[in-house]
């Protein structure tokens, strides 16, 4: 034993690269970076798409609220300064999960240009923005969780759409307006782009 | 197209939990979390035991200081505070990881044994804590990166070993010797208690 001791630290049989994680997945790692208003339809579309996803052999990951906000960001706030930490560490993991060969969705709100671009830069050509498009007034009539109620009684301030900005993407990889299409179509809007873009395998 | 606009919302063919993520990759999610002294040879371990598993068809990911300090947490500092939430941080995105269905292999010094609990807790049965045990002398001796050398001068300080202590884990799943044994003997301990656990298939 005693002639291995000192080769513990320099020994390299070689590594395990993101191009063999992605091998024995048979696709790429990307992030699918769902954005839009409360209401939109963000998180619903997501889980469809994941489960259309899953159910082509895609290995798939969702990050959004349920597990994101009560977990690694449970130590923020929502002042603007917290706001852009909150999307600045979800685009970090989500580039660990790329890195990791994982088709990776993520649904927040993410009201902020900057803080998308910010988040673009970091994932390249593995990011792709879905913008999960439906108006104020449409995602304010379906308000399944009484918000927008809330933010016009002034309860919740900041309110995207109502009291705070949405800064809609300009050139998004892909536009899906929730307030035209059945969610079968959106989700085959979806996964269209990502056979046309080679990110996944076509059908 | 005007029927399903207000079903969007409320739509669900089911989802896509980790027991399909799982079933998919034909193993646990868990969390192997490496934890010893500069030198101790962590990160040699842990891509060794990473790919042995890939090898195995386990589907991994490694945590560690490359991926992780420059990117999550690079905006934490070295203070007390800061190396908590570095550490807090890194077991919340260990429990996506292991969540998603990854074996997660994460490379830290943690040497406080109060900022592992609160790991242990977070992920339960799913957390295996492997010692990468080495003295400090050993580890001096190796000084890979002349760090020893730089905290006996008094150039860094807080220096795990030296002038900072390493809480060593008082009853880890598995504790390898790597002042001791080879490279190849410390994976085939932890690849064999993985085996033994239930947490891979035996071979």
């Given at each position: 034993?005693?002639?291995?001791?000192?080769?513990?630290?320099?020994?390299?049989?070689?590594?395990?690269?993101?191009?063999?994680?992605?091998?024995?997945?048979?696709?790429?790692?990307?992030?699918?970076?769902?954005?839009?208003?409360?209401?939109?339809?963000?998180?619903?579309?997501?889980?469809?798409?994941?489960?259309?996803?899953?159910?082509?052999?895609?290995?798939?990951?969702?990050?959004?609220?349920?597990?994101?906000?009560?977990?690694?960001?449970?130590?923020?706030?929502?002042?603007?300064?917290?706001?852009?930490?909150?999307?600045?560490?979800?685009?970090?993991?989500?580039?660990?999960?790329?890195?990791?060969?994982?088709?990776?969705?993520?649904?927040?709100?993410?009201?902020?240009?900057?803080?998308?671009?910010?988040?673009?830069?970091?994932?390249?050509?593995?990011?792709?923005?879905?913008?999960?498009?439906?108006?104020?007034?449409?995602?304010?009539?379906?308000?399944?969780?009484?918000?927008?109620?809330?933010?016009?009684?002034?309860?919740?301030?900041?309110?995207?759409?109502?009291?705070?900005?949405?800064?809609?993407?300009?050139?998004?990889?892909?536009s899906v307006d929730t307030g035209e299409l059945s969610?079968?179509?959106?989700?085959?809007?979806?996964?269209?782009?990502?056979?046309?873009?080679?990110?996944?395998?076509?059908?």
């Amino acid at each position: 034993m005693s002639e291995s001791k000192s080769t513990n630290i320099t020994w390299h049989l070689g590594e395990v690269d993101q191009a063999k994680r992605e091998a024995m997945k048979g696709h790429q790692g990307a992030v699918l970076w769902f954005t839009g208003l409360s209401g939109s339809g963000k998180s619903t579309l997501a889980n469809a798409v994941e489960l259309a996803l899953h159910n082509r052999g895609c290995h798939t990951y969702i990050l959004d609220g349920d597990n994101v906000r009560h977990g690694l960001n449970k130590n923020l706030t929502f002042s603007d300064e917290d706001r852009m930490e909150n999307i600045r560490r979800i685009g970090e993991v989500a580039r660990l999960f790329s890195d990791a060969g994982i088709l990776t969705l993520t649904a927040f709100i993410s009201p902020f240009r900057s803080d998308r671009a910010v988040v673009r830069e970091l994932l390249g050509d593995r990011f792709v923005e879905v913008h999960v498009k439906a108006s104020v007034e449409v995602c304010e009539s379906r308000d399944p969780k009484g918000l927008y109620q809330k933010a016009r009684a002034g309860e919740i301030k900041d309110f995207t759409g109502i009291s705070s900005p949405y800064e809609a993407p300009e050139s998004p990889e892909i536009s899906v307006d929730t307030g035209e299409l059945s969610i079968e179509d959106s989700v085959a809007q979806v996964i269209g782009y990502l056979s046309d873009a080679g990110l996944i395998a076509a059908s």
